[in-house]
């Protein structure tokens, strides 16, 4: 049997343990070991993770794709009372950064908190994912900011020239080869792609200014500052386009400019978690954090949408 289809099969027997082991499971909260996955039914915090660089599609389980379902699934799910996003992404693309977003932003509409724990790096579409949660942790060093958008290509006409090789082109219209290895831009190009990143920077900066301006879910008086919640709302629309001009920025100095709300890592986010969440005791067990089988059986449970796209895409991916 192909591999491809041993992966599948394999797949769907964890799909299937996991729906025998909710029917199992009691519908109270269980006594367990905060930080060890739970699975089954019963209130619970959930972590992501969002690793990697951000494009749509992405069938990994930490991919942009998988945690857009997994975000979205969790502000429809009641046993979910909030979600710790880990973000250690250097950008992507900006539609599936503004898919995760949007995903993000569902959760706030739900009541749902969501922290952001930043960690290596979280920058320019990774920072545009994070901008959307109620409360933004990261370490001194976490490397973020870099907002910005950017085209960029080769030239090879001369290169070409020396080689004795001449470009042939039939297109429709003037722009259809535009970013051609073959020539350098014409003005018109070159004015059409700066009004096209010009136009994703806007979308950019105003998603930023309406996360960082909303009002936290949750008790965020317990996490947040005073002179933080100010800093917050600080962030007009002409103070986050000073501030993208591609530049990096660490965690201290983006928590500086109110990019970043709480330094911190991944224990203390969890913990400003449970803080909105009013969970002071520890009581909700965390669903999600472990790596292995109940991390995939947990994926397969709270997600379930996408253990069939997987599915899908091995079938169609033999190896």
Request: hydrophobic share 40%.
């Amino acid at each position: 049997m192909p591999t491809h289809r041993i992966l599948a099969l394999l797949l769907v027997g964890f799909a299937i343990l996991s729906t025998v082991v909710s029917l199992l499971q009691p519908t109270t909260t269980p006594e367990v070991t905060p930080g060890i996955p739970v699975l089954g039914r019963g209130p619970r915090l959930l972590v992501v993770s969002l690793e990697g660089a951000i494009r749509s599609g992405d069938p990994a389980l930490s991919g942009a794709g998988v945690v857009r379902r997994r975000l979205s699934a969790a502000a429809k799910n009641p046993d979910v009372k909030g979600v710790l996003l880990t973000i250690n992404s250097p950008g992507g693309t900006v539609a599936a950064s503004q898919e995760v977003y949007r995903a993000i932003q569902s959760l706030h509409r739900a009541g749902k908190p969501v922290v952001v724990s930043m960690g290596d790096v979280a920058a320019s579409g990774g920072y545009y994912a994070a901008s959307g949660a109620d409360v933004i942790y990261a370490n001194p060093g976490t490397l973020t900011g870099s907002i910005g958008v950017i085209i960029s290509g080769f030239n090879g006409e001369e290169l070409l020239k020396n080689l004795g090789i001449q470009s042939q082109t039939i297109k429709t219209g003037p722009f259809k080869d535009i970013l051609s290895f073959t020539r350098p831009l014409t003005p018109a190009e070159r004015e059409l792609l700066q009004g096209l990143v010009d136009d994703s920077l806007d979308q950019f900066i105003r998603d930023i200014v309406q996360g960082r301006q909303q009002q936290p879910v949750g008790d965020f008086r317990a996490v947040l500052s005073e002179t933080t919640l100010q800093q917050r709302q600080a962030l007009s629309y002409e103070r986050v386009k000073a501030l993208a001009d591609g530049r990096i920025l660490t965690g201290r100095q983006a928590q500086g400019v109110g990019l970043v709300d709480v330094l911190g890592g991944y224990e203390a986010a969890l913990q400003g978690l449970r803080l909105l969440v009013g969970d002071e005791e520890e009581k909700l067990p965390v669903s999600g954090d472990q790596p292995g089988l109940n991390r995939l059986l947990d994926w397969l449970q709270v997600g379930g949408a996408e253990s069939a796209a997987w599915v899908r895409w091995l079938f169609s991916n033999p190896t």
